[in-house]
Structure formats: structure tokens, C-alpha cells
């Protein structure tokens, strides 16, 4: 069953964002970074500039051609950067969404939170990626936990969708506290693909 009538595609379409939430709510404040270190920070978490969103789309290009390559056919119409970036734009610029980068000397991910009205909570979280080299060094654990910080701030549950063959995501976001949604499914363009709901609470701050 489809609760939603924008489909997902390989290239990472998302629905619209609501303009329900007040501006301005969604930010950490400028400069902020957590997951730092006592001694120069190694990496860190912090909002996305304007001038990140290149950086951002190489980032989504890497973990979504690398994440997803076994699960989309061979002759399904893969991302480019130029499909991406103008939406990336769009997230950047929104004071009603927050976007989150993890930076070392490099950037190395990113995540949205953002309000979404078609989904049960009304705020989703979007576009976790992390770049492939990196992968399995806890940078997706520190962005999902800041998102889930920001997230706090503006409810009691989350929602998020993700492929339902991507195990590997799926497994990290259920050790994380996030629950399936029976019957909420977004079929992709691809046939065969679909997305699954997770929604995760917000009050009990699971581990
Ligand atoms: C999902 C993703 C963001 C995780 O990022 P990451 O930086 O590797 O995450 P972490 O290092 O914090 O590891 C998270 C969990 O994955 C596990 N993991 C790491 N590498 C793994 C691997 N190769 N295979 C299976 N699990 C692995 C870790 O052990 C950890 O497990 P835990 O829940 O027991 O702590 C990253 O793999 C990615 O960008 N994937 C492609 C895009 C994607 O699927 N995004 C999610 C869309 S909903």
C-alpha cells in the first residue's frame, strides 16, 4: 500500500517539504559542532553551508552509487550530480530544514531533518549517506544522533523511509531504537523497489 503519491526514484527524489513549521526552528546554532574530542576535533558535526553543497551531492553520488548498487538492476537510470544538486540547494538554503554535514578535513556526510506532511509524525529524517571509504567508523551513528537531537526538539517521533532491501541501513536504524510502520510502503519508478517506513520515539531517547 502507497500512503504517498510521490514515488522515490534511484536518484533520491523526496516529497515536498510541509510550510508548516515555523522558520528558523530547524538549525543548530552556526559554527556548533558535537561529536568533538577534547584535543582539535577530528570530526565534527555542523550545519551545512551554501558553499557545502557540492561537497554534499559528492557525498550522496558516492554512498548512493556504492549503498545501492545491488539493489538497483544495472539498467536502472543511476544519479548524476546535476540532478542532484539543485534540490541539495534548496535543503541548504531552508531555514525550516536542517542539514547536517560531518567534517573532518574532508566533508564525509550528511542528513537532513526536515517537516514532511505525509508522514505520520510530520517530521522525517532524510538523506543519511556517509562516503563509502568511511563507512563502519561510527560517522552515520554521530549524524543520526545529532538528527535525532534536533529532531527531539520538535516532537515526540520521527519518521524516515528507507529501501526495503537496504539491510545494512535497515539493521543500523533498528539497533537504534526505529520500528517498522506496517502497511507504509513508496514504490520507486524501478519496478520491484520499494521503500519502507520506520518511525522511532523521540521522549525515551533509545541508545
Ligand atoms: C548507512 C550509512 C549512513 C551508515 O554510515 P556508517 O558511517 O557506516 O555508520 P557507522 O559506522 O556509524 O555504523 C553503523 C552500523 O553499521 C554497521 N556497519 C558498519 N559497516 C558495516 C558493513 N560493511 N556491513 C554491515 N554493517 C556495517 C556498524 O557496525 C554499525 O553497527 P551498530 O548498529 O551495531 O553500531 C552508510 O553505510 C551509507 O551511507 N550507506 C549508503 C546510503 C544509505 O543506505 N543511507 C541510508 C538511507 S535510509
Same mark, same amino acid.
Given at each position: ?47 551545512? /553551508?551554501?558553499? =557545502?553543497? @557540492?561537497?554534499?551531492?559528492? !557525498?550522496?553520488? +558516492?554512498?548512493? #552509487?556504492? $549503498?545501492? &548498487? ?20 534548496? /535543503?541548504?538554503? =531552508?531555514? @525550516?530544514?536542517?542539514?547536517? !554535514?560531518?567534517? +573532518?578535513?574532508? #566533508?564525509? $556526510?550528511? &542528513? ?33 544522533? +545529532? ?61
Amino acid at each position: 500500500m502507497c500512503h504517498n503519491a510521490q514515488c522515490v526514484e534511484w536518484q533520491g527524489s523526496s516529497p515536498p517539504v510541509a510550510e508548516s513549521l515555523s522558520r528558523g526552528l530547524w538549525s543548530l546554532g552556526s559554527g556548533r559542532l558535537v561529536g568533538m574530542g577534547e584535543k582539535p576535533p577530528k570530526l565534527g558535526i555542523r550545519p551545512a /553551508l551554501a558553499g =557545502d553543497v @557540492d561537497a554534499i551531492v559528492g !557525498v550522496h553520488l +558516492a554512498a548512493a #552509487l556504492t $549503498g545501492f &548498487a545491488d539493489i538497483f538492476p544495472p539498467s536502472a537510470p543511476k544519479p548524476t550530480h546535476e540532478w542532484l544538486r539543485p534540490r541539495w540547494q534548496e /535543503l541548504v538554503a =531552508d531555514p @525550516d530544514v536542517a542539514t547536517l !554535514v560531518a567534517e +573532518a578535513t574532508d #566533508l564525509l $556526510g550528511c &542528513a537532513v531533518v526536515r517537516p514532511e506532511a505525509e508522514v505520520p509524525t510530520q517530521i522525517l529524517l532524510d538523506r543519511l549517506y556517509v562516503r563509502p571509504d568511511r563507512w563502519g567508523k561510527g560517522i552515520g551513528s554521530l549524524l543520526h544522533e +545529532a538528527a535525532i537531537e534536533i529532531a527531539a526538539s520538535r516532537g515526540d517521533a520521527i519518521n524516515l523511509w528507507v529501501l526495503e532491501a537496504n539491510t545494512r541501513a535497515r539493521g543500523m536504524y533498528e539497533r537504534r531504537g526505529w520500528r517498522l510502520v506496517p502497511g507504509w510502503t513508496l514504490p520507486n519508478r524501478q519496478p520491484g523497489i520499494i521503500d519502507v517506513l520506520y518511525q522511532r520515539a523521540l521522549a525515551d531517547r533509545c541508545p
